[in-house]
């Protein structure tokens, strides 16, 4: 009898102050990003302007499949697509933020990594087209700008 694989055991952090995200404008290879190209001088360091994150995941729809022969219906996974995906970072009364970096259509990637991006860090890459930049209005709150992103490709 075989013994089931265990999972190993979970190091748990807390984001704030840790996960570190970066705007790079290019990486030759999404499935093998090098962290030369994500520390790169045309690269942003972002996490300390990030007010939220919505997003930046990827699932696969359920497709049915029926069988004539039983009334159960199961499933198989099916495409797999990006969920819509916007950061929400802090404004400038100057403007001297996130705008500069930026602009509708601009490509790149965004990278999170979850021990702040040293080599050895767990990652997410994603190749990205900035849709939309938002100024959010409310009279009650701190002035942010949400800049949403059209997620293109991701590193599996």
Do not use: C, H
């Not at 790079?24 to 942003?44: D, F, G, R, Y």
């Not at 039983?70 to 797999?80: A, D, L, M, N």
């Not at 601009?106 to 100024?135: C, E, M, P, Q, W």
């Amino acid at each position: 009898m075989t013994t089931p694989a265990t999972p190993a055991a979970v190091t748990r952090y807390f984001q704030p102050g840790t996960t570190a995200i970066y705007w790079v404008p290019t990486i030759a290879n999404l499935n093998v990003p090098t962290i030369a190209e994500v520390t790169a001088t045309a690269s942003q360091v972002l996490q300390g302007d990030v007010a939220g994150v919505e997003g930046f995941k990827v699932e696969a729809a359920n497709l049915d499949v029926p069988d004539f022969g039983k009334r159960f219906v199961g499933s198989v996974p099916g495409r797999i697509t990006a969920a819509d995906s916007t950061i929400t970072f802090y404004a400038s009364a100057t403007g001297a933020d996130v705008r500069t970096i930026f602009t509708l259509g601009l490509n790149g990637y965004i990278a999170f990594f979850a021990n702040g991006g040293v080599t050895g860090s767990a990652a997410d890459y994603y190749k990205v087209t900035v849709a939309s930049v938002g100024r959010v209005r409310d009279m009650e709150a701190v002035p942010t700008l949400d800049i949403k992103f059209t997620i293109r490709d991701y590193a599996e």
